[in-house]
């Protein structure tokens, strides 16, 4: 089934500073479930794989980088979204550089024992910079992270 609907970009609650586009609708009745919901949303006219995530106020998508390169608005900004659940198995693809940084630091574990949206986020977060140097830092970055668990 698809959901149509026009909601605004807020800041998340909490600790994580997320821009995050709220779900209008009851995910327990749609989705039988007050968990994590694997999604396909268009957003703008621009597709994306994503999750909708609970949340005290209700689920949400978190938008990240990529939509707002796409679609180029800011919080408060409206955006005009249509979503279905994603039935298909989701499997994430972790990029042969970003493998060979965390496996030549003894990191490659840790980074796959972590949540997949946090992975499918860390990756995206990396593949988002423009110039090698910022890759190669932010996968550094990332492998302090890792061992500071």
């Known amino acids: 089934m698809e959901y149509e609907f026009d909601s605004e970009i807020k800041m998340l609650e909490g600790k994580m500073k997320w821009k995050v586009v709220y779900f209008p609708y009851p995910v327990k009745e749609i989705f039988d479930t007050n968990g994590k919901v694997p999604v396909q949303i268009t957003v703008d006219g621009h597709r994306f794989e994503h999750t909708l995530l609970p949340s005290k106020n209700g ?75 910022t890759k190669i830092n932010r996968i550094l970055a990332l492998i302090n992270t890792l061992k500071d668990k």
């Open 59 to 133: 689920h949400y998508f978190v938008y990240n980088e990529f939509i707002r390169r796409a679609v180029l608005k800011k919080p408060g900004d409206k955006l005009h979204v249509i979503l279905t659940k994603d039935e298909k198995s989701r499997n994430i693809v972790v990029p042969d550089y970003i493998t060979r940084n965390l496996e030549d630091h003894d990191m490659l574990n840790p980074f796959l024992d972590q949540p997949d949206y946090l992975k499918r986020e860390q990756i995206h977060y990396i593949e988002l910079a423009k110039k090698e140097e």
